[in-house]
């Protein structure tokens, strides 16, 4: 023990005459030089399938406070064609060329895609901003189509058809006693090119601030509510009759424009969230002010929509109880506003 | 005083390396690195677990009942569960100056996996024709074909404070009727889920 | 200075009481946890977590199932969207005899609140919203989401509605008296119909031949066989049995027209706008209860949540904007305009940042 003790005094006499050499602190000036830059990351050959595991989510409760666990289960992430998970084979999502990114850069450096193709400006100048990225979208002749053979979602994506996924899970809710709700929902061909979370801190808000747009594009999304192989729904004919069918949907969801409406969140002193758009005009004092920032915001802030091609329930056919909804669609959203305070109910 | 004679190498080492240390240390040049190749890699397996016997801020009373905890107790059981259980990790982030907190609570269970690698990877080749325009090194972490999760939970809830408070605790039993914490949702895995791939990371400028 | 060995030595002693009481609290902890732990009755489980904003309720009504998500969250917006589209499709059985390439829900133009001259905001309030699921057996039949309350502004430029959309018109004589001709005047003033005349009337959605037509429907107006009310100014007995004559039929009551196409309403008012909100309460004052905007691929009873009963939506897309218990108990439309606004139509209001109205 004692030598033990000598050695290790000796090692740190050592050490500390190598530590001599002092590292310096970086200037202002040597700092401003710095510029961000991110990883990208590509995931290649992923599979995920956790059909062997038991996932519950719980605090959900009912009208009169009891839990109603939620069962998580046939969770999977495969190549597209997967029919449902049947047959899962590996996928590589992002391109080495629009990988995912993880990034530290400056507002000014950031762009979002318009939907009419053009690459604008949405975050504010001069803040550093931590972006987490889905694989990026492209313009011009490499882009692909983000649904095949359905033009109207566009083709401004980069993933091609060897980078779409089959995403599926299935929710049961136990509901009530001798009741349980299923929804088993399976994604074909989901691509979610040109998704972000952008976060900086807002030093007039005190507040860390953020955008978003969450994209996705989906060949097909089939929601059924039993599950396969139980009664009535064993048979196709019964499957059928219980599966709601989104063809060719793509949603564009956005919220927040960096540069004059940030999404703001925060949780308030009673512990409720808060979910904030503002006024993008705020900040402008006289009507021309006021004029200027308007028009930036209805040109350039990033627009929600959600379309549905065809929205089919059961068949489709009325005469054998199915019904088909056909073409829905919400377009061009702009909140000019939004305050979202929860409350206990 | 008697040194050995291994002390006596290193007390000379430590006399003498400061003189060493003032020799500086030469960069490569970049044709001598770019020879340089990364050899084998890393292989891992771990066992982790989170609080899986409670954590040292709150020890287990012996009811479910908030308002009988006496200080520093604190059962996270599941809503409607009839036994107390320990509690887990608990991480707060105020988003706001003078706001109030996201909270990432009961982080607790046991996770193990075997077969992480951990390796570097020069590709210039495959990717649907992508890697030959790519060409660069990348860090390749290759996921453990499965990983197993007993009891592993968390609750993702917000709240006014950023530590936990017993509202239904009597203030000499370090109670706080005025924190309030809404739990959003909870979540439990227990089994093992197969992933598979890797994860290719590198630098993006 | 301490010889080496004796400076060891001094070491091994905090080191050792350190030890010393790690493993003390290690043999105290498992002490603690094996205390006996007991069940407890369900009635005290409640105050072990938080009050949570979101809920799951069931329900139940002649074999259908339902299953409802309720969101306790208070959302006020003002917001636009070139078009809101539900239900474009042409089915002989479903939909016969309507325009080919219609939809049962199209409005463009759409927005919730408006915009003052000063770009501030007059927020559309949501209470309580809420999104149900229908089944018949394990088969979905409906989804619907709902407001548990609504008050604002809604504009747009509405093409087709399918629903369940009362309007109420209220106003003086004044307003009919202008669209009258001299004969009908006349008439007028014998049933005991003056210009000061308060007059009422419900109106719906109907078709150009005055029938009732939820489905797709692009005109709002007096349904044959329904009248006007008077309810003040009036002589009493003579205009009661006047007005129980004089009713609409074919869109047209004495000859004056009681339909009005639905893209002249560029902006409606929902809920009773002339009530201010108290800050204070949870509950939006004079807000409309019961709006939804469901989905359901045969008809299907839909529990209004303020008066309890259930209200049955049309197949296909179907928008329910009901009426509603007002604060003094009264059953009250959520959309109320009066003659010259019948008339004339409604111009929209501000709903745009800047220098536009509209379109943004």
Redesign the interface.
């Known amino acids: 023990m004692s030598a033990l003790w000598r050695f290790a005094g000796l090692a740190l006499l050592g050490f500390s005459a190598l530590a001599r050499a002092e590292m310096k602190a970086l200037d202002d000036q040597e700092l401003s030089g710095v510029q961000g830059a991110g990883f990208g990351f590509v995931l290649e050959d992923i599979l995920l399938d956790a059909n062997n595991a038991t996932i519950t989510i719980n605090d959900i409760t009912n009208g009169s406070g009891q839990n109603v666990p939620i069962s998580v289960k046939e969770f999977y992430l495969g190549a597209a064609g997967s029919n449902k998970g049947a047959n899962l084979n590996p996928v590589t999502i992002g391109r080495l060329s629009s990988p995912f990114t993880l990034d530290l850069n400056k507002g000014e450096n950031l762009r979002t895609l318009r939907d009419d193709g053009v690459w604008v400006q949405t975050t504010p100048s001069n803040v550093a901003v931590l972006a987490l990225t889905f694989p990026e979208r492209l313009t011009g002749a490499a882009g692909q189509a983000c649904i095949s053979g359905y033009a109207a979602a566009g083709s401004n994506c980069s993933s091609r058809a060897s980078e779409k996924a089959d995403l599926g899970i299935r929710f049961d809710f136990q509901v009530a006693a001798g009741r349980t709700d299923i929804l088993n929902i399976d994604i074909a061909e989901l691509a979610m090119d040109g998704s972000y979370l952008r976060l900086w801190g807002d030093s007039a808000r005190s507040q860390l601030v953020g955008e978003m747009r969450l994209n996705l594009y989906a060949k097909g999304l089939t929601v059924m509510s039993c599950a396969a192989g139980a009664t009535n729904c064993a048979t196709a004919a019964d499957q059928e009759a219980r599966t709601i069918t989104l063809s060719n949907m793509y949603a564009n969801i956005s919220l927040g424009y960096g540069k004059t409406q940030p999404l703001l969140f925060d949780v308030n002193s009673n512990g409720q969230f808060v979910l904030e758009l503002p006024n993008p005009t705020a900040g402008g004092t006289t009507a021309a002010q006021r004029n200027t920032l308007a028009t930036d915001f209805y040109a350039n802030a990033p627009r929600t929509n959600i379309v549905i091609d065809n929205l089919k329930v059961g068949s489709g056919n009325y005469s054998t109880g199915g019904y088909n909804f056909g073409y829905n669609t919400l377009q061009g959203l702009s909140i000019n506003y939004l305050k979202v305070t929860s409350h206990d109910l | 005083m008697t040194f050995k004679r291994i002390e006596w190498l290193v007390l000379w080492l430590a006399l003498l390396l400061p003189a060493l240390a003032r020799s500086e240390l030469q960069p490569m040049a970049d044709d001598a690195l770019s020879a340089t190749r990364g050899q084998g890699g890393v292989y891992l397996s771990g066992d982790f677990s989170v609080n899986k016997n409670g954590g040292v801020l709150w020890s287990t009373p012996t009811t479910n009942t908030a308002s009988a905890w006496t200080a520093n107790q604190r059962s996270c059981a599941t809503l409607g569960a009839s036994s107390p259980e320990d509690c887990g990790m608990r991480l707060a982030i105020r988003a706001e100056a003078a706001g109030g907190w996201y909270v990432l609570d009961n982080m607790k269970g046991v996770f193990s996996f075997d077969g992480l690698t951990l390796r570097t990877r020069f590709i210039d080749s495959g990717f649907n024709g992508d890697g030959a325009t790519f060409a660069q090194d990348t860090l390749e972490f290759g996921l453990p074909n499965e990983v197993k999760f007993q009891d592993t939970r968390f609750t993702f809830a917000v709240a006014n404070q950023g530590g936990w408070r017993n509202k239904a605790g009597t203030a000499a039993n370090g109670g706080d009727a005025s924190y309030q914490q809404t739990n959003i949702f909870s979540a439990k895995i227990d089994g093992s889920i197969r992933m598979q791939g890797n994860v290719l990371v590198f630098p993006k400028n | 200075m301490r010889?080496?060995?004796s400076?060891?030595?001094g070491?091994?002693s905090p080191l050792r009481s350190l030890f010393a009481l790690a493993l003390l609290a290690v043999a105290v902890?498992p002490g603690?946890?094996q205390?006996?732990?007991?069940?407890?009755a369900?009635s005290?489980?409640?105050?072990?977590?938080?009050?949570?904003?979101?809920?799951?309720?069931?329900d139940a009504n002649a074999g259908i199932?339902y299953?409802r998500v309720?969101?306790?969250?208070?959302?006020?917006?003002?917001?636009?969207?070139?078009?809101?589209?539900?239900?474009?499709?042409?089915?002989s059985?479903?939909r016969p005899g309507e325009v080919a390439g219609s939809?049962d829900i199209l409005i463009n133009n759409f927005a919730l609140?408006t915009?003052n001259a000063?770009?501030?905001?007059n927020?559309f309030k949501i209470a309580?919203p809420f999104i149900e699921?229908a089944?018949e057996?394990?088969?979905?039949i409906g989804v619907r989401i709902g407001f548990g309350e609504a008050k604002g502004t809604l504009s747009g430029d509405i093409s087709s509605l399918t629903g369940n959309v009362p309007v109420h018109i209220k106003g003086t004589g004044q307003a009919i008296y202008d669209q009258a001709n001299v004969g009908q005047k006349l008439i007028l003033g014998i049933g005991g119909i003056y210009t000061s005349s308060v007059l009422e009337a419900d109106a719906q959605l109907v078709n150009g031949s005055g029938a009732a037509d939820p489905i797709r429907g692009t005109q709002a107006g007096v349904k044959n066989g329904d009248g006007l009310t008077c309810t003040s100014g009036c002589l009493p007995i003579l205009t009661d049995a006047a007005l129980g004559i004089i009713k609409s039929n074919g869109c047209a009551l004495l000859g004056i027209q009681t339909c009005f196409n639905l893209d002249q309403f560029k902006s409606l008012p929902v809920g009773n706008l002339g009530v201010a909100d108290q800050a204070g309460t949870?509950a939006i004052e004079g807000a409309a209860k019961g709006f939804f905007i469901s989905?359901?691929?045969?008809d299907v009873a839909w529990r209004d949540l303020d008066s309890n009963s259930f209200m049955t939506a049309l197949?296909?897309?179907f928008m329910n904007m009901p009426k509603y218990r007002d604060a003094n108990g009264n059953m009250v439309s959520p959309i109320n305009i009066d003659f010259n606004q019948a008339f004339n139509g409604i111009p929209r209001q501000d709903?745009?940042?800047?220098?536009?109205t509209a379109g943004?």
């Not at chain 3, 205390?35 to 407890?40: D, F, G, I, M, Y």
């Open positions: 010889s080496p060995r400076l060891a030595a070491h091994r902890l603690a946890a205390a006996k732990l007991e069940a407890l369900d005290e489980l409640s105050n072990v977590t938080g009050q949570a904003f979101i809920n799951l309720t069931t199932n299953t309720n969101l306790g969250v208070n959302l006020d917006t003002q917001l636009n969207m070139k078009k809101l589209q539900l239900g474009q499709y042409n089915d059985l479903t939809s609140g915009v000063d770009d501030s905001i927020a309580n699921l089944y057996g394990n088969k979905v949870a989905l359901q691929t045969k197949k296909g897309a709903t745009c940042l800047g220098s536009a943004c």
